[in-house]
């Protein structure tokens, strides 16, 4: 069994910035994509950035069209670790994230939509983006 542990999460100002990350506690794979999904009050789940760990060549990201621009994967000098650095939140990111893994894969852009694809979650870091 593989867990995630998510943290950063927080409160925060419109335009503020936070970072999260997520740290699984094993990779039984040379590649395994990492997501980054959140839900927002009175929406379902939704995917926002995918980070892929792939010891065979550059790491791929891809980012939904909010996320775009604005929040960047990365990976984390820490072991199993990715990092999502979130800047210029808005009250529109006010939500739970939740880090997601598929072992044995690289990512897809189509990963954003489809969190079927992911075996393993973690409990999830609340942002409040707020005065």
């Known amino acids: 069994q593989v867990y995630l542990m998510e943290s950063g999460g927080g409160s925060v100002q419109p335009g503020g910035s936070l970072r999260l990350s997520c740290t699984a506690s094993?990779?039984?794979?040379?590649?395994?994509?990492m997501g980054w999904f959140r839900q927002r009050p009175g929406r379902a789940r939704e995917g926002v950035a995918l980070?892929?760990?792939?010891?065979?060549?550059?790491?791929?990201?891809y980012y939904s069209a909010s996320a775009q621009g604005r929040f960047t994967a990365s990976k984390d000098s820490a072991k199993n670790t990715a990092s999502l650095q979130m800047n210029g939140l808005h009250f529109g990111d006010t939500a739970k994230y939740y880090c997601?893994?598929?072992?044995?894969?690289?990512?897809?852009?189509?990963?954003?939509?489809?969190?079927?694809?992911?075996?393993?979650w973690g409990s999830g870091t609340q942002v409040n983006v707020t005065l």
């Open positions: 094993e990779l039984t794979s040379y590649k395994a994509c």
């Open positions: 980070y892929e760990f792939y010891d065979g060549g550059p790491d791929a990201t």
């Open positions: 997601a893994l598929k072992m044995g894969a690289l990512c897809y852009d189509a990963y954003l939509r489809s969190e079927s694809e992911f075996s393993y």
